[in-house]
Every structure is written in C-alpha cells, then in structure tokens.
Nanobody
Framework: QVQPVESGGGSVQAGGSLRLSCAAP????????VGWFRQAPGTGREFVAA????????LYTDSVKGRATISRDNNKNTVYLQMNSLKPEDAAVFYC?????????????????WGEGAQVTVSS
C-alpha cells in the first residue's frame, strides 16, 4: 500500500503559477502510476493529469493542456504538478492518487490510494 501526501497548495492570483507535490514518506510511490484530480465546491472529482511509473508516459485533461506539467523524481519518491496561467476556474481541492496500472489511467476508479487533498485558490 501507499499513502500519498499532497503539499504546495495555496492562494494565487489569476495568471500566476503553483507547483503541487505528492510524496509518500513511508512507502514506495515510485512503484505506482500517479494521477492528479481536483474537486471544486458542488462538483464531482475531475481528472487533471497522470504519469506512468517511469515518467515516460503522461496524460492531461484538455482544459489544462499547455498550462500544466506533471513530472516525477523517483529518487525523491515525489510527483509534481506545475500549473501555470491559473484561472479562477482552476480553484479546487487537488488530490493525488496512486494506481497499480502501468500506463497512467484517467479514470477515478482505476486509482486505489488517495491523499487527503490540497486547497488551491485562484483570485481574479
């Protein structure tokens, strides 16, 4: 099992940038594909981006393509989500999740382990 822990959330102005981190202090996150999801108030959880175990394969939802970059440093057992040109509609709780699948999945049900989330606020 793995317990992802998110960090790096906060408040940023529209047009700004933020980098979220997902670590697993006591387990091997490098053994899993990792995805980021977000949930705004009153909405369901939405897929944002995912990366394979090796980092060679990535997947993005259309709304963040060109503005987001997912990466990982397996030596640090950490996955990152860099978000640029943030918009007010990007504001949400961002969740990191781990999947045992080799290729990074885009569906919530294919993730088995979830972090508790990190709040991102974007002011206009």
């Amino acid at each position: 099992q793995v317990q992802p822990v998110e960090s790096g959330g906060g408040s940023v102005q529209a047009g700004g940038s933020l980098r979220l981190s997902c670590a697993a202090p006591t387990s091997a996150l490098w053994q899993y594909s990792v995805g980021w999801f977000r949930q705004a108030p009153g909405t369901g959880r939405e897929f944002v981006a995912a990366i394979s175990r090796s980092g060679s394969s990535t997947l993005y939802t259309d709304s963040v393509k060109g503005r987001a970059t997912i990466s990982r440093d397996n030596n640090k057992n950490t996955v990152y989500l860099q978000m640029n040109s943030l918009k007010p509609e990007d504001a949400a709780v961002f969740y990191c999740a781990a999947s045992t699948l080799v290729l990074p999945p885009g569906r919530e049900r294919e993730y088995h382990y979830w972090g508790e989330g990190a709040q991102v606020t974007v002011s206009s």
